[in-house]
């Protein structure tokens, strides 16, 4: 009898040893030790506002709607009750709207590209020519999961949306033509814009546009380009604003191939002393130049732009698609007030298109690739990380789901032995870590 009371005791000594114990280590636990019911990123926001108030010269995000931990954040995230994670308005994805099909287009539209031939009639003669065949024979060297879509397809738009929200990039780069206006392979696309943005804003994702080099582009015509985007869609909840280091409010305009209109024409736009000036007008905004070539950095700064972007997917092909070289055009910007957003991407394989370009396509090596692409963009430290592309399936940068696909005469690439949503997933990791190294930089 004892013997079981000493037993009972033991016991109920260890019992409450352990609820004390239990206790004392609940004490211990921060909200982001899984305590919290907010979304990742949004834990411990009294911290990070104090920590952030101590550099208010840092570029932040600014869209309507979203939620906002203090004037000088770099990140914004958002929770529904229907989600249980975020997305980053800090990670920018280039979208493209020129793919059609018979379907919803009574024809294909760019699934059917042509073999660009090269500029030495040498070389071109050594190559295929003609153009692709659609839907065995497409224009790339991936098949999409959704198979030669249309962008016209409000299904593909409300897939396509669903996973760059999976993929918790919180920004859409559209790529844009004016009214009437296509690429050289394509067809309009400008009436489909709003569909879009209704589709983004469905899924808390923001639209910036990438303004393409169409033929007559000039610094007045981007004048009458501005003008429209933001009197057609500022007033959109999907339109994106970015809070410049000024403090300002201001949409934020990719240029691709700025390099081809001279730096002086530019500054008559993008100069506060330029003969048509947006600067301080209600057509002002962020300004973001391609950089290809060294020299490009000084015609950028001389042109007024307010950042620059690498767009590339392919370490090496130009000087501002080099990994190596981002460190040197960081130091660049950072001393002349200046946003530099590098751009990375999964891989690259054209010869869909330039069967001649071999020499350029780099590897996905199962997603290496694309993670030394993000390492080496994290390690500059930059405001915004940009990524070619979600669906630029000419060039093979897309992250889409693809899936395996043999016909007669084609083998296509493929994700394997990962499943077709293995780069959105990859995407969403590396967003969530750029944000927790953001947070480091700021301490």
């Known amino acids: 009898m004892t013997r079981l009371r000493r037993k009972a005791l033991v016991a109920l000594f260890l019992f409450t040893l352990f609820i004390f114990g239990a206790m004392m280590g609940l004490r211990t636990l921060k909200p982001s030790d899984g305590f919290s019911d907010l979304?990742?990123?949004?834990?411990?926001?009294?911290?990070?506002?104090?920590?952030?108030?101590?550099?208010?010269?840092?570029?932040?995000?600014?869209?309507?709607?979203?939620?906002?931990?203090?004037?000088?954040?770099?990140?914004?995230?958002?929770?529904?009750?229907?989600?249980?994670?975020?997305?980053?308005?800090?990670?920018?994805?280039?979208?493209?709207?020129?793919?059609?099909?018979?379907?919803?287009?009574?024809?294909?539209?760019?699934?059917?590209?042509?073999?660009?031939?090269?500029?030495?009639?040498?070389?071109?003669?050594?190559h295929a020519q003609g153009r692709h065949t659609p839907p065995e024979d497409i224009a790339s060297s991936f098949y999409p999961d959704l198979g030669?879509?249309?962008?016209?397809?409000?299904?593909?738009?409300?897939?396509?949306?669903?996973?760059?929200?999976?993929?918790?990039?919180?920004?859409?780069?559209?790529?844009?033509?004016?009214?009437?206006?296509a690429d050289d392979h394509g067809e309009p696309t400008e009436d489909l814009v709003p569909a879009v943005m209704d589709a983004a804003h469905r899924h808390s994702i923001k639209v910036a546009f990438h303004i393409q080099p169409y033929k007559g582009r000039t610094d007045q015509s981007m004048h009458d380009n501005i003008k429209y985007i933001i009197d057609k869609y500022g007033k959109h909840g999907a339109f994106y604003r970015f809070r410049s280091s000024t403090g300002r409010v201001l949409p934020l305009f990719y240029v691709y191939d700025s390099y081809l209109t001279p730096p002086e024409s530019?500054?008559?736009?993008?100069?506060?002393?330029?003969?048509?000036?947006?600067?301080?007008?209600?057509?002002d905004g962020i300004f973001v130049a391609l950089i290809v070539e060294e020299r490009h950095k000084h015609d950028i700064q001389a042109s007024g732009f307010d950042g620059m972007y690498t767009y590339f997917a392919s370490n090496g092909f130009s000087f501002?698609?080099?990994?190596?070289?981002?460190?040197?055009?960081?130091?660049?910007?950072?001393?002349?007030?200046?946003?530099f957003i590098p751009s990375v991407g999964p891989g690259y394989v054209d010869t869909a298109v330039r069967p001649w370009n071999n020499h350029n396509t780099?590897?996905?090596?199962?997603?290496?690739?694309?993670?030394?692409?993000?390492?080496?963009?994290?390690?500059?430290?930059?405001?915004?990380?940009?990524?070619t592309s979600f669906n630029q399936w000419h060039e093979g940068t897309?992250?889409?789901?693809?899936?395996?696909?043999?016909?007669?005469?084609?083998?296509?690439?493929?994700?394997?032995?990962?499943?077709?949503?293995?780069?959105?997933?990859?995407t969403r990791q590396w967003a969530e870590n750029f944000n927790k190294e953001k947070d480091k930089w700021l301490m």
């Open 362 to 387: 780099r590897n996905r090596v199962n997603g290496r690739y694309y993670e030394t692409s993000l390492q080496a963009a994290l390690s500059v430290r930059p405001e915004i990380v940009t990524i």
């Open 148 to 181: 030669p879509y249309s962008s016209r397809d409000p299904q593909v738009l409300e897939s396509h949306m669903a996973q760059i929200e999976a993929a918790a990039a919180g920004v859409l780069v559209l790529s844009w033509y004016p009214p009437g206006v």
């Open 266 to 283: 530019w500054a008559e736009l993008l100069t506060t002393k330029g003969s048509h000036s947006i600067r301080g007008t209600p057509y």
């Open 39 to 126: 979304a990742p990123g949004m834990d411990f926001i009294g911290e990070r506002s104090d920590r952030r108030r101590l550099d208010v010269k840092k570029d932040v995000v600014v869209s309507p709607g979203q939620f906002h931990m203090g004037s000088s954040d770099t990140k914004v995230v958002f929770t529904k009750s229907d989600r249980d994670y975020s997305i980053f308005y800090d990670v920018h994805i280039f979208y493209y709207l020129w793919y059609g099909s018979p379907s919803m287009d009574n024809k294909y539209i760019h699934w059917d590209h042509v073999l660009v031939p090269h500029w030495d009639p040498k070389i071109a003669a050594s």
């Open 398 to 426: 897309q992250i889409e789901k693809a899936v395996p696909k043999k016909t007669v005469t084609r083998l296509y690439l493929d994700y394997q032995p990962n499943q077709p949503e293995h780069y959105l997933e990859l």
């Open 320 to 339: 501002g698609s080099s990994h190596q070289n981002w460190k040197a055009i960081k130091t660049f910007c950072d001393a002349n007030n200046l946003l």
